[in-house]
């Protein structure tokens, strides 16, 4: 496993970084899930992802109880902040109320004195961003949380944070986790070229766009019902034959180098130095061993010139 350096922050995090979004404490068989981030730590996957919305608290309480078989220090965990987490007026968003509950509430689940990342799962413009921004630093400064992210911000929100943060000298935001694939590449235009210049690095998500690049889906009429796809809408509307298609041709690529299309689309991703770690999930433990194996490997100018053939 290959380690990057996270945006413009001393913290290290493995290239494969493993998710726990529609998988523990849910979809998943608990079993599954328990072996899935075993196999991830000893196979060298420090960097461990979740959400207090996600399975509302389920999957922090599972992966929480999970790594406290290792050392603290050996390992990366992040968790988020924004999503409704109940029926209140106050129970959703990034008020210092729902900011500071919702901390103590998530490290009680994890079962952990501190988080390494505190994301802003969205923006929210319902509250001052000065007010989001003392919250977090306040966090910070109590040892809660090292370090802050946000999710899904654009560029213009991003940069706003930064102001404020420099202006009243609070903790800055070091990485963002932004969807992108193949499929999905809205951040190359102004994320990336941000991130390079104002050190904030990118952790992704949805790297292999939900399952369809790594080849699964032979029709988009012929989706297994055991999948993430099957149970959810807007997932199975994104599985188009155009899509199917260019996974084939991609599948071919990857042939050539003999590594799977997955592998093929993880490398890719992660051709961008500004790209920390790419985010995966797993409903079976050697869907981690497989998507490990991308770490390390580089594509050639060729390899990279029939990618963007395809994709075009």
């Not at 935001?173 to 193949?182: A, C, E, G, K, L």
């Not at 390079?196 to 399952?211: D, H, N, T, W, Y």
């Amino acid at each position: 496993m290959k380690f990057r350096q996270l945006g413009g922050s001393g913290l290290k995090v493995s290239e494969i970084s493993l998710g726990s979004w529609l998988t523990y404490g849910g979809y998943v068989a608990n079993e599954n899930a328990v072996k899935s981030i075993e196999i991830a730590y000893d196979l060298g996957i420090n960097f461990f992802d979740t959400a207090n919305v996600y399975e509302k608290g389920a999957a922090e309480t599972l992966l929480g109880a999970t790594l406290r078989a290792y050392p603290r220090e050996s390992y990366v965990l992040a968790t988020k902040v924004f999503g409704s987490m109940g029926d209140g007026p106050n129970d959703r968003g990034l008020s210092r109320k729902h900011i500071t509950e919702q901390c103590n509430a998530s490290l009680k689940r994890l079962g952990a004195e501190y988080v390494d990342i505190y994301y802003c799962h969205r923006y929210d413009k319902g509250t001052p961003l000065q007010e989001t921004l003392r919250a977090l630093d306040d966090l910070v400064r109590q040892g809660k949380v090292l370090y802050i992210g946000i999710s899904e911000w654009t560029a213009s929100q991003m940069e706003e944070a930064l102001a404020i943060a420099d202006r009243s000298l609070l903790d800055r935001i070091i990485v963002n986790q932004p969807i992108y694939n193949m499929f999905e590449r809205y951040i190359e235009k102004e994320i990336i070229p941000l991130g390079e210049r104002k050190g904030i690095g990118q952790v992704v998500f949805s790297p292999l766009a939900q399952g369809l690049l790594t080849g699964k889906y032979s029709s988009s009429s012929d989706i297994p019902v055991e999948s993430r796809a099957a149970k959810l809408d807007g997932m199975r509307k994104a599985i188009t034959e155009e899509k199917i298609g260019k996974v084939q041709q991609l599948d071919r690529i990857a042939s050539e180098i003999g590594i799977t299309v997955g592998q093929l689309a993880l490398a890719w991703i992660l051709r961008q130095p500004n790209v920390a770690s790419a985010l995966v999930g797993a409903s079976q433990p050697q869907q981690v061993k497989e998507n490990i194996q991308a770490s390390g490997v580089t594509l050639s100018d060729d390899i990279l010139t029939k990618i963007e053939a395809v994709l075009a």
